[in-house]
T-cell receptor, first 114, second 116 residues
Framework: NAGVTQTPKFQVLKTGQSMTLQCAQD?????MSWYRQDPGMGLRLIHY???????DQGEVPNGYNVSRSTTEDFPLRLLSAAPSQTSVYFC?????????????FGEGSWLTVV | AQTVTQSQPEMSVQEAETVTLSCTYD???????LFWYKQPPSRQMILVIR??????QNATENRFSVNFQKAAKSFSLKISDSQLGDAAMYFC?????????????FGEGTQLTVNP
């Protein structure tokens, strides 16, 4: 069982470049979300999705886009990378409430924007 | 909006001893979930323990237990018989039972050092 898989694990971007962080889960979870973690801080919610075709903004959505065309995948797009987006990004997923409240995290994607 | 506060940026404990990490939160809701996550240097987020607000009994997982004080909006984590592998950043997190998805609100974290 692979769980939540994020790629790439490490990436260096130049200011203004665009890229997509991939997130895939094989647990048939309806709920998926993206967080970012800056030094000395907890995780902050960027975007989330409650099912295929449904997405919504979290706490810090500016500069990011998401889509959810399938249950398994939830990519995060950086439109025009800025140094302020240097961070560690985590994807998370969860099944329906009847299956408990455990939220599964990916291993993180380290992004540096220079 | 809910907020989570961890007032101890750093804590240290001697191996085999007990340490308590503090967490307070602010919410107007009555139904919610609270979590403690452990983040080692690898940055992996590991669920340590969770508490449902409707449950009066404090959650326990082996050497980890919580002191949940709903009226005081306090949720502390006690680690007994501390081990070197417990050294990590610990995050307290809140999730409303009303909101859908995996939306967690995190505290700033407490860096725990375990001294041999």
């Amino acid at each position: 069982n692979a769980g939540v898989t994020q790629t790439p694990k490490f990436q260096v971007l130049k200011t203004g470049q665009s890229m997509t962080l991939q997130c895939a889960q094989d647990m048939n979870h309806e709920y998926m979300s993206w967080y970012r973690q800056d030094p000395g801080m907890g995780l902050r919610l960027i975007h989330y999705s409650v099912g295929a075709g449904i997405t919504d903004q979290g706490e810090v959505p500016n500069g990011y886009n998401v889509s959810r065309s399938t249950t398994e995948d939830f990519p995060l797009r950086l439109l025009s990378a800025a140094p302020s987006q240097t961070s560690v990004y985590f994807c998370a997923s969860r099944h329906t409430p009847s299956s408990g409240n455990t939220i599964y995290f990916g291993e993180g994607s380290w992004l540096t924007v220079v | 909006a809910q907020t989570v506060t961890q007032s101890q940026p750093e804590m240290s404990v001697q191996e085999a001893e007990t340490v308590t990490l503090s967490c307070t939160y602010d919410t107007s809701e009555s139904d919610y979930y609270l979590f403690w996550y452990k983040q080692p240097p690898s940055r992996q987020m590991i669920l340590v323990i969770r508490q449902e607000a409707y449950k009066q009994q404090n959650a326990t997982e082996n050497r980890f237990s919580v002191n949940f004080q709903k009226a005081a909006k306090s949720f502390s984590l006690k680690i007994s018989d501390s081990q070197l592998g417990d050294a990590a950043m610990y995050f307290c997190a809140y999730r409303s039972a009303r909101t859908s998805g995996s939306r967690l609100t995190f505290g700033e974290g407490t860096q725990l050092t375990v001294n041999p």
